[in-house]
């Protein structure tokens, strides 16, 4: 049926309507870069562009709107039993310093650790986490280790925001004798869009890093800056071929040889493999992959149309979700950066800022560039590669006796009977790090530990055992205080410190 000319009009009208708009953007994207000094516009003019594209898609509406019916489960052919991969021979060091000649690290070092109620100058990277260990302890213990046990130089390439950049590099400098390489580049920086006028409100690129009008556009953004900064050229100057990127705060995200094996053995034909694992109900807002028009897909929880959230939430239709453990080929980043064919969904965030104007963040995931590279396909991996670290509830598991560190890789326990975590839930009065550590004379030993639930003014004393289904609850204006030696299984603990059989 030929559209009316009512509708004609209409599309006249709105693409029009469109076009003005664009034109103000390119007008204020010329103002910024020309009010930023010299030896910054041609960086600023780089990232503005990325930016300009990226609203681009958003206005235009080519943000790859979902027809829900066409969304399928991964088939076979797309996704790949870790225990099917060929296992590599640990005595072979000369074949695995081969192949770890070909590996670039980079983890993703942008968060701070707000979510545990830390403030705005300290990056995610350097709480500590095991003993006097943090996050970069870990990673660069980890790839120091294969360094020294192969012979290798495998380097650590860091992603830095303006929020991380700066503390960062004061802490790399206690790794001056390590033997490892480390790179460093920021992310981008786009101006947000005011809901009103959908335009930049800010007119220059000077305090940045204190600026609300400001803000890096989710991981996505990572093969720009990653080829901008002349990071990427330099890794393949060196030879360099797989990239392995992770969260910093994923300590499960340690360098997997059966993995790196498997994409070297095909002729780095799979140019894009993404680690998946099971769902649990911890996870059923994680981002999944997906067949969508015969091709492999991540979808996002922020993607998912208001009717069809409970559908998303079902483990049973989506079973496995993004871990955001990435192995890329680094030509392929390039040649896809280069000539502008680095297709990713556009995620629309609306917030609402401390002055209470309303905003709207373009956003990208690095997930989702999956869809353009070749051969590209997931490996469902163990459970035990997935070990974020978000939150205060996370953070009681990593520093428990159900984890252990050697050579900076955390394995659970042989001691742990059962091959799942415990589910654990702290109330806000454990929310802020500082809270958290002072209601612990020592971590209590949670080998045998299936559900933990806290809420209230609870103190633990030292060597506290907890097992079973453990329940501790505090009224308002009470104060529980676990005594050191307790041990506590299958039991709740009220305000006034009777104790039930669960």
Request: hydrophobic residues 35%; proline residues 4%.
């Amino acid at each position: 049926m030929a559209p009316t000319p009512a509708k004609e009009r209409d599309r006249t009208i709105s693409m029009a309507a469109e076009e003005e708009i664009m034109g103000s953007l390119r007008e204020s994207v010329k103002e910024i870069t020309n009010k930023t000094p010299l030896e910054k516009q041609e960086n600023v003019s780089k990232e503005l562009d990325n930016f300009y594209r990226l609203y681009g898609k958003w206005r235009g509406g080519i943000t790859d709107e979902l027809i829900w019916d066409k969304i399928k489960p991964l088939p076979e052919s797309m996704l790949q039993g870790y225990s099917s991969l060929r296992k590599v021979d640990e005595d072979d060091h000369e074949g695995i310093s081969k192949l770890l000649d070909k590996l670039v690290v980079l983890k993703l070092n942008g968060g701070l650790g707000t979510g545990m109620g830390l403030g705005s100058a300290c990056p995610k990277s350097l709480i500590r986490v095991r003993g006097e260990s943090t996050f970069l302890d870990i990673t660069m213990a980890q790839i120091e280790n294969l360094n020294e046990k192969y012979g290798v130089s495998v380097p650590l390439v860091l992603q830095n925001s303006l929020n991380t950049d700066a503390e960062t590099g004061h802490a790399l400098k206690k790794y001056k004798g390590f033997n490892v390489e480390v790179l460093t580049y920021l992310q981008s920086y786009y101006p947000r869009i005011d809901r009103e006028t959908l335009l930049p409100f800010v007119k220059d690129y000077e305090n940045i890093d204190s600026n609300e009008g400001w803000y890096p556009p989710g991981h996505g953004d990572l093969y720009e800056s990653l080829y901008n900064s002349g990071v990427l050229d330099k890794l393949i100057e060196k030879g360099k071929e797989i990239i392995f990127i992770s969260n910093i705060d994923n300590l499960g995200a340690t360098v997997d040889l059966n993995i790196l094996s498997h994409i070297v053995k095909s002729g780095c034909q799979n140019q894009f493999i993404a680690e998946v694992t099971n769902k649990t109900r911890a996870d059923v807002k994680g981002g999944t992959l997906i067949e969508y028009n015969g091709c492999v897909k991540l979808l996002e929880f922020a993607q998912v149309p208001k009717e069809h959230v409970d559908d998303f939430k079902c483990v049973k239709k989506f079973k496995i979700f993004n871990t955001n453990n990435l192995w890329i080929n680094l030509k392929a980043i390039k040649e896809h950066v280069m000539t502008g064919t680095l297709e990713r969904d556009v995620i629309v965030n609306h917030k609402a800022l401390d002055d209470g104007r309303n905003v709207i963040q373009l956003e990208t995931a690095v997930g989702a560039a999956i869809k353009n590279f070749s051969g590209a396909f997931a490996i469902n991996v163990p459970r035990s590669r997935f070990l974020p670290v978000k939150h205060t509830s996370d953070l009681l598991l990593v520093m428990s006796n159900l984890y252990t560190i050697e050579e900076g890789v955390i394995a659970m326990s042989p001691e742990r009977q059962f091959p799942s975590t415990p589910l654990i839930k702290l109330g806000p009065d454990f929310k802020r790090i500082q809270s958290f550590l002072k209601r612990f004379q020592t971590i209590p030993d949670l080998l045998e530990l299936d559900h933990l639930t806290v809420t209230g003014d609870v103190y633990f004393g030292r060597d506290v055992s907890l097992r079973g289904t453990v329940i501790i609850i505090a009224n308002h204006g009470e104060r529980i205080d676990i005594p050191s030696g307790s041990l506590l299984e299958n039991k709740i603990v009220s305000g006034n410190l009777r104790i039930l059989d669960h």
